[in-house]
Nanobody, 112 residues
Framework: QVQLVESGGGLVQPGGSLRLSCAAS????????LSWYRQAPGKERELGAV????????YSADSVKGRFTASRDNSKQTIYLQMNSLGPEETAVYYC?????WGEGTQVTVST
């Protein structure tokens, strides 16, 4: 069955960086665009970035433009989200979405 497993979250200081990964299985990975979402406490889940089958980031939210970069490695069936210059307001659970499935998310906490 389809599985999306995120990893790479954790605690980071303001201004720091993290790279998230999402490993996919159960479908022909290279045929699908995938997305990164995040959900902060008490807020709705929001779309952060979309990466197409060719590895191009075709969408990024205004709030992350210039700081977040999505990429993919089709040989590893994995997508990535490089996040730089993180702020406390970006504390959230980050989710991978694709093929109509969600991963379980990985917690990112930005704090001193």
């Amino acid at each position: 069955q389809v599985q999306l497993v995120e990893s790479g979250g954790g605690l980071v200081q303001p201004g720091g960086s993290l790279r998230l990964s999402c490993a996919a299985s159960g479908f022909t990975f290279s045929n699908y665009a995938l997305s990164w979402y995040r959900q902060a406490p008490g807020k709705e889940r929001e779309l952060g970035a979309v990466i197409n089958t060719f590895g191009d980031m075709t969408y990024s939210a205004d709030s992350v433009k210039g700081r977040f970069t999505a990429s993919r490695d089709n040989s590893k069936q994995t997508i990535y989200l490089q996040m730089n210059s993180l702020g406390p307001e970006e504390t959230a659970v980050y989710y991978c979405y694709g093929r109509d499935f969600w991963g379980e998310g990985t917690q990112v906490t930005v704090s001193t």
